[in-house]
């Protein structure tokens, strides 16, 4: 399909503006012309779509990805399904994503070594669908540290979920191996993790090993992203230049001062859609709620929610997703961080919307080229039954997910495809469409998805 026309749509565009009425010329892989307000691009020789009046937007941007994990209720049960079978999940739950609307993806950290490099590289190649991906490396932690499964008596790397490290040199060593390997950034666990068994606040990692891994990031054009939820971890993010901050949680007034002195070289993706779950919706996984309060994760919520709000407020950048993946928040349920960026950050929907729009161009690096829907960008798009700025939830029902475009191919698409504008009228007194050589297309079989709270 060369060109395409997508009219008698409601447009968001992820400018900010007020959505309107209009249509779209697709040519290739770039949008060519946008008209609004009953005005009409040019589509002749175009195949046409009629919205019917549906909601067209940009695709959005997944900031904290995590395709390996397996919705299993555990770091160690995820590490446990072999590679070869692990690649194969990779590559179902990034098609899952593309049809759930979310055309770009930032890596936080793979399962195993390559299991990001190699997703990515079979996407580029056309060979799967999916989102355009950044691929991340392991977690490089710290012995203790989040991520360090291994026991005494089975020193098995192969099976440890991080990369271990301890000291300068080792950390060089790790950095350098997964630039080896092909990431597009490196992941570093910061800070602590409750249900690693470690204080959340606790931030184990020394200037010097940062400084490390800062310095070797740096030499090979490499960015950093950071499991940052200790207020001391989010200062080591700042001094030292790591771009991608991951949680923030504690972050202290000296923290949040740091972090809006640097505003335009840090994302913060807090992945706060762990925290209600891990809250409200694990009990059928052990985690009661109050085992939950023990642990600290109500406590979390309430301080996380009130210094993101912070943020917010002092224009700190602020992106949804993160560790999807797990048994109580399983793939394909990500789109609750908007609803929830709403309830616990204090965003207008419209501002969720556009955190998740134009905002992933950001982090992809794509600035003025994904995020919005506008001439000359890329034509990723998703066409929605209704309104998500009057019910945000509408983006986690799969059959309300209407059409997903991605670099100007459709990937998923439940409306009819016409040869040109207008209606076309039948000569044998059949189907129109069918007598004139068009296919309908059936709507896929919706996925299960839980019900966000």
């Avoid at 910061?190 to 020394?206: C, Q, R, V």
């Avoid at 003025?368 to 001439?375: D, T």
Wanted: contains cysteine; proline residues 5%.
């Amino acid at each position: 399909m060369t060109k395409l026309v997508i009219s008698n749509v409601v447009i968001f565009d992820g400018s900010g503006a007020d959505p309107y009425p209009g249509e779209v010329l697709v040519k290739a892989n770039r949008i060519v012309s946008v008209a609004r307000d009953g005005a009409q691009v040019n589509g002749d020789g175009a195949q046409h779509i009629d919205g019917n009046g549906a909601f067209l937007m940009p695709g959005m941007t997944e900031a904290h990805t995590h395709f390996s994990w397996n919705d299993q209720p555990s770091l160690a049960a995820i590490q446990f399904m072999p590679p070869e079978e692990h690649i194969l999940w990779c590559v179902r739950v990034a098609k899952r994503y593309l049809e759930m609307g979310w055309t770009s993806a930032l890596g936080a950290a793979a399962a195993k070594a390559r299991l990001d490099v190699v997703l990515r590289n079979v996407i580029n190649a056309g060979a799967f669908p999916g989102p355009r991906y950044l691929a991340g490396s392991q977690e490089i932690t710290t012995a203790g540290g989040l991520g360090d499964n291994t026991l005494p008596h089975l020193p098995y790397p192969e099976l440890n979920f991080g990369q271990v490290v301890s000291g300068p040199e080792e950390v060089r060593k790790a950095a350098r191996m997964f630039i080896k390997y092909g990431v597009d950034h490196l992941k570093i666990n910061l800070s602590g993790e409750y249900i690693a068994g470690m204080d959340a606040e606790l931030t184990p990692f020394s200037e010097e090993e940062v400084a490390m891994l800062a310095a070797e990031a740096k030499r090979f054009g490499k960015r950093v992203a950071a499991h940052a939820r200790s207020s001391e971890s989010v200062k080591q993010c700042v001094r030292h230049g790591l771009e991608l901050v991951f949680h923030a949680s504690f972050a202290d007034s000296e923290a949040l001062d740091m972090l809006e002195a640097a505003k335009d070289k840090h994302i913060v993706a807090p992945g706060i859609g762990w925290l209600v779950n891990t809250c409200y919706n694990a009990e059928e996984y052990g985690i009661t709620r109050d085992v939950a309060e023990k642990m600290g994760y109500f406590r979390e919520l309430e301080v996380a929610s009130e210094t993101l709000a912070k943020m917010h407020k002092r224009g700190i950048r602020i992106l949804p997703g993160g560790d999807y993946g797990f048994a109580w928040m399983p793939h394909g349920t990500n789109s609750r961080d908007l609803e929830y960026f709403v309830k616990y950050i204090g965003m207008t929907p419209k501002e969720a919307l556009m955190s998740a729009t134009r905002g992933g161009a950001d982090i992809m690096m794509m600035e003025g080229k994904i995020g919005e829907v506008r001439e000359g960008c890329f034509a990723d798009l998703v066409l929605v039954e209704s309104s998500p700025l009057e019910d945000l939830s509408v983006l986690q029902d799969p059959e309300k997910i209407l059409l997903v475009m991605k670099d100007g191919e459709i990937h998923k698409n439940t409306r009819t495809i016409l040869p040109e504008r207008g209606v076309i009228r039948s000569v044998s007194g059949g189907d129109p469409l069918v007598d004139a050589g068009v296919k309908r297309v059936k709507p896929k079989p919706a996925m299960n998805s839980s019900t966000a709270r």
